[in-house]
């Protein structure tokens, strides 16, 4: 684990290995070789790691789980604002973050999980029947607004990560730990958008395959479609409108969408015309809400790990020091959670 947390920490200060090998006056294979644990640097070449990367030589030792296996999806990003360093960063995280969290579980046994869902592949014919095939297999009514995605989803057995990855540009990315599905999405998206994403990445595993890949314009509308269906999208608004600016806040609310994904729903079901969504798109861009509508929605949160922290303290199967050590939780804030006191 002593290179992979060098490997980390690295990528943390956005340094490549050779920017590192020249600062601890190594070369770049030396690097290499520590971070893949080839090579074991000395007490003295480890404190000049520590100190060209600002950290202190503790922070290199680690007791998770290291013989989880990862697969990890395409990024959901910006493409011009997410380079190799910062992928890996974002990967490298995503794979502590669940090594902990396993860590945890090989604790208190694997029947703290769900049954592992199995995800099989939904053929892509027309995009709102691919969403409700969607809905069907997540076991979700086929109409009518959904609630706590994160929450269904972690119940479902999904893991779900949600952190400030720092990474501008990035939105979420899908892939599996030990055969299992995971969701990772950056932390301070707006509500709607969060759950937007999620989805997203979630139509990314039932209809993306190796050799069959959909565009982000096709995830996009499969989301949209699972989000707000046809037959809800039509009651709300009627079959054919010449505005729908009024209704915009109300739709929001109930179904958990930006104001722009639900114009882009009527534009997809002909409830309203091209023209008519340019205007509202312009409309929305004039009141300053295209970067954030000010929905007022309460962002959904994962409770599982957090959960399984204090079931485990609680039932004395881990320390509080090991308890801080595995969720990364403030002492005080964690025993507030798991005591409930201040």
Known sequence: MLGRNIRYYRLCSGMSQAELSAKVGVGKMAISNYEHD??????????????ALGVST??????????????????????????????????????RYFSRFFTLVSILGESVLPKEPKIEAIPFSDLEEAAQNMRTSLGLPAAGPLGNLVNHLENKGFLIYIDNFQQDGFYGIHGTVGGRPYIAIRK??????????????????FFDSKDNLHSENEINAIAGAFLLPREDLIRELGPRRTDIRQDLRFIQQEYGMSMAAIAKRAQQVNIISDEVYRN?????????LRMDEHS??????????????????????????????LSEIPYEQLRALCFGET
């Open 58 to 95: 503790l922070s290199f030792i680690s007791h998770c789980d290291e013989n989880l296996s990862f697969e990890h999806g395409a990024f959901r990003k910006k493409k011009s604002t997410m380079g190799l360093i910062k992928q890996e960063l974002v990967r490298e995280k995503i794979e």
């Open 280 to 288: 509202i798109m312009i409309w929305l861009s004039q009141m300053g």
């Open 296 to 325: 007022g929605l309460i962002v959904e949160k994962p409770n599982l790990f957090k959960q399984l922290i204090c079931r485990a303290v609680l039932e004395d199967e881990i320390s509080m020091q090991r308890a801080v050590e």
């Open 188 to 205: 301070g998206m707006t509500p709607e958008r969060q759950r937007f994403t999620i989805v997203h990445e979630l139509a990314h595993m």
């Open 38 to 51: 080839k090579r074991v640097p000395s007490m003295e070449i480890l404190k000049k790691i520590a100190e």
